[in-house]
């Protein structure tokens, strides 16, 4: 157990639709950093979140929209859903700042679009 | 960010040491190797870490050739829980937490 909490666990989703996913990260963290994995594949980058502000953003388009609040806890949205973002999404907390922190993932949000 | 391949996967006997390699040939001095595993269902969990020295903990260790080209992660004893999917990751230190995950090695670890 990482303490990074992700809801929900599971989802089903229409193509066109528009989805939030919630994270909350490890207590004391104040970096979060949400990934996109396709079956098979590895963990993609979508992008970090420090001190309420995105500051790295990997190769996704801007309907992939995220927020970081006060407590650190942050969301990740997706507009007009495509059938190819359905993948399982992780969000992962460290403590920011520092070089070579460890990442701590939540267990992911299984999206699945029809 | 260095790329790094990985065979695609590997059996281990349980209570056996699991060698599980690593190529990393065009990393550059800056840059740290990392390895997470992900068990099925789970998150990826971080394991250790290293720039050129050889490092243990609790859960592994990670052996780096001279010239860095290469590394070894080691689990000494191989347990059922270890079956998962090994990422290597080579990235530069820094405050900006992207990973660069390739396909990783599937281990398999039976009785």
């Known amino acids: 157990e990482t303490g990074v909490t992700q809801s929900p666990t599971h989802l089903i989703k229409t193509r066109g639709q528009q989805v939030t996913l919630r994270c909350s990260s490890q207590?004391?963290?104040?970096?979060v950093s949400w990934y996109q994995q396709a079956l098979g594949q590895g963990p993609q980058f979508i992008f970090q979140y420090y001190r309420e502000e995105e500051n790295g953003r990997g190769n996704f388009p801007p309907r992939f929209s995220g927020l970081q609040f006060p407590n650190y806890s942050s969301e990740l949205n997706v507009n007009a859903l495509e059938l190819d973002d359905s993948a399982l999404y992780l969000c992962?907390?460290?403590?920011?700042?520092?070089?070579?922190?460890?990442?701590?993932f939540g267990s992911g949000t299984q999206l699945s679009v029809l | 960010d260095a790329k790094t391949t990985q065979p695609p996967s590997m059996d281990c006997a349980e209570g056996r040491a699991a060698n599980l390699p690593c190529n990393h040939s065009t990393i550059s001095g800056n840059e740290y190797v990392y390895w997470y595993r992900q068990i099925h269902s789970q998150g990826p969990q971080y394991i250790i870490h290293?720039?050129?020295n050889n490092e243990t903990n609790e859960m592994a260790s990670l052996i780096i050739t001279e010239d860095r080209k290469s590394s070894t992660l080691i689990l000494p004893h191989a347990t059922l829980r270890d079956t998962a999917v090994y990422y290597c990751i080579v990235r530069v230190a820094a405050s900006f937490q992207k990973l660069v995950f390739g396909t990783g090695t599937r281990l398999l670890v039976s009785p």
């Open positions: 992962a907390s460290s403590l920011g700042g520092l070089a070579n922190e460890k990442l701590f």
């Open positions: 290293g720039l050129k």
């Open positions: 207590s004391g963290h104040n970096t």
